[in-house]
C-alpha cells in the first residue's frame, strides 16, 4: 500500500508544470524522482520516512496558500532574517519589550484584528523603523520598498498566528 502510494505521489509530482510549480514543490519533486526505479522507490517504503514525505507533499500540495504567496513568505523571511531578526529574534522586540510579534502582542499594539495592511501601514509608519538604514535592502539602497514590507509582513503574521516564533 506505501510503496502504491508513493509512487501515486511521485507520478503525481512529476506531473506539475516546472514553470507553475512552486520552489518547495520542485524541491521535492527532484528529491522524489531522484531515483526513478520501482526497486528503489520501494527501498524507501518502510517506516517512517515514506509517511514523513507524504505528508509534507500534501501539505506542498494542498496548502491553502496560493503558490505565490507562498513565495512572498519564504522572501519576507529571508528579508526578516538579513534585516529585522537583530530586533526581533524569535518574535521578540529587544528595544521595547512588550511590543514584541506574537499574536498577542499584535493585537493589542498595532491591530486587533490583525489585519495586514494596518500591520504594515503601523510598521512603516513607526518612528523607529523609519530611522533605520537595512544593510541587507533587497534594493541595496538601505530602504525596504512596500513589497519588501509585504512580503515580512506576510512572514511575521504566518510566524505569528501559526504560534512558530
Known amino acids: 500500500m506505501l510503496i502504491t502510494l508513493q509512487a501515486d505521489l511521485v507520478k503525481a509530482l512529476t506531473q506539475i508544470p516546472v514553470s507553475s510549480a512552486s ?31 507524504a505528508f509534507v507533499a500534501f501539505h506542498l500540495l494542498f496548502s491553502p496558500l496560493p503558490a505565490d504567496a507562498q513565495d512572498d513568505m519564504l522572501r519576507g523571511g529571508e528579508i526578516f532574517t538579513g534585516n529585522c531578526a537583530g530586533c526581533h529574534a524569535g518574535g521578540m522586540n529587544f528595544v521595547k519589550e512588550k511590543k514584541n510579534l506574537q499574536r498577542a502582542a499584535l493585537e493589542k499594539f498595532v491591530s486587533p484584528s490583525m489585519e495586514k495592511d494596518e500591520i504594515q501601514q503601523w510598521v512603516q509608519n513607526s518612528g523607529q523603523h523609519q530611522k533605520l538604514v537595512f544593510f541587507k535592502a533587497p534594493s541595496g539602497n538601505g530602504k525596504l520598498t512596500d513589497n519588501d514590507y509585504s512580503d515580512v509582513i506576510s512572514y511575521v503574521m504566518d510566524q505569528a498566528v501559526g504560534e512558530k516564533w
Open 23 to 53: 520552489c518547495k514543490q520542485r524541491n521535492l519533486i527532484d528529491l522524489m524522482t531522484a531515483s526513478n526505479s520501482e526497486k528503489d522507490i520501494s527501498r524507501f517504503a518502510t517506516g517512517a520516512p515514506i509517511l514523513a514525505i
